[in-house]
């Protein structure tokens, strides 16, 4: 197979391909880089984990858990929690799903069990609500983190175990207070971050990325702007466990190229997969509060600047409906003459300190 944005998680299935019953497989993962392909150092090999994954073929889906919190109160939280489990085995398979809910201490608190039919080859989303009393906040100050243990059953035998951390938390963004996070009114004091980590290159490396978030937490910082690409995992999880807000953020360029061996190359192609995977991987982490569909697009001023948005902004929203969407624009003024801001649901402004207004 073949991935074109470097930024990008992705697996391949490798089944068929596999030799079994012989001593040797040979497994090659290849980078191709040609530079210059972004405005910064990219990085030029492999710079992010590589894992082999095992299954049964009654399995949970790749990024196969989606944890939402529709209902907090002070009381009682509400929690949904959708499970995409897969049958590649020969047959239809009754499987049943056992979900645990345990606190930071690995305490367990709430639980749901919940069967189903999947046909063979088939997918199929399992839908749970699960009630916690008295909840503890992730919060900037207190980032608490629950867990959710997903145990996959066939027969009464587990098949596949997965877990999924999470944090309960509401948030909003109004037009004339600000940000509000738990109901409290909070300044958001952010930076846009790199993935590369200064003189160690950009290969992944959590403790650097944790020293990195201590700096910046230190000088004030609260937020962190993936600029101008998805994370790495390891990043969000440090961001979730140190309480930082993010912005996670799709692309820097679309068509309209800012670079020679840019994005450009693969945007008609690949942007649906790549924004629709950068959400289903990240979404359950409390932190991000933010989808950015792309940073100073240059088709801020296209007579199709409405469309393009629009089809990625609905991407966001389908995948993801609890969050905001933006984009960072630094010509606000034709993003909105265009139409290209309004499908947004927060405008993005750069580099206009001095505008009092735009609309």
């Known amino acids: 197979g073949n991935r074109p944005y470097g930024y990008s998680s992705f697996q391949y299935e490798l089944t ?5 019953g012989e001593e040797n497989n040979v497994l090659a993962v290849k980078v191709n880089v040609q530079q210059p392909c972004s405005r910064w150092y990219s990085g030029a090999g492999i710079y992010r984990h590589v894992r082999l994954k095992v299954t049964d073929p009654v399995h949970i889906a790749q990024w196969g858990t989606f944890v939402t919190t529709p209902k907090v109160s002070e009381n009682e939280a509400t929690v949904c929690i959708e499970t995409s489990i897969r049958n590649q085995s020969a047959s239809a398979q009754q499987v049943a799903l056992e ?7 690995g305490n367990k608190i709430a639980n749901s069990t919940i069967d189903k039919k999947i046909e063979t080859g088939s997918t199929i989303v399992f839908e749970q609500l699960i009630k916690v009393e008295k909840p503890k906040l992730w919060s900037l100050e207190s980032p608490y983190l629950y867990r959710v243990i997903s145990k996959v059953k066939v027969d009464g035998r587990t098949v ?3 877990t999924t951390p999470f944090g309960i938390r509401t948030f909003e963004f109004t037009t004339d207070k600000g940000f509000f996070l738990n109901g409290r009114h909070v300044d958001i004091n952010g930076v846009c971050l790199h ?7 950009t290969a992944v490396n959590t403790r650097a990325i944790e020293r990195q978030l201590e700096i910046m937490k230190g000088m004030g910082c609260n937020a962190i702007r993936t600029s101008h690409n998805p994370p790495s995992p390891e990043f969000l999880d ?5 309480g930082f807000l993010v912005m996670d953020e799709a692309f820097d360029e679309w068509i309209r190229s800012k670079t020679m061996f840019g994005y450009s190359r693969f945007f008609n192609e690949w942007s649906e997969r790549d ?8 979404r359950n982490h409390p932190g991000i509060i933010l989808w950015s569909i792309g940073n100073e697009i240059p088709e801020q001023d296209n007579a199709n600047a409405y469309e393009m948005s629009r089809r990625l902004v609905d991407i966001c929203h389908k995948e993801d409906p609890t969050r905001p969407v933006t984009s960072a624009c630094n010509t606000p003024e034709a993003a909105v003459k265009s139409g290209f801001s309004k499908p947004l649901d927060v405008f993005g402004i750069n580099y206009s300190i001095d505008r009092k207004s735009v609309v």
């Open 275 to 282: 924004v629709t995977d950068m959400i289903r991987r990240d």
């Open 238 to 242: 440090l961001c979730d466990r140190m």
């Open 16 to 20: 068929d391909n596999l030799k079994f």
């Open 160 to 162: 596949d175990e997965y």
């Open 99 to 105: 979900t645990e809910i345990v606190d930071d201490a």
């Open 195 to 201: 993935h590369d980590l200064g003189c160690l290159g």
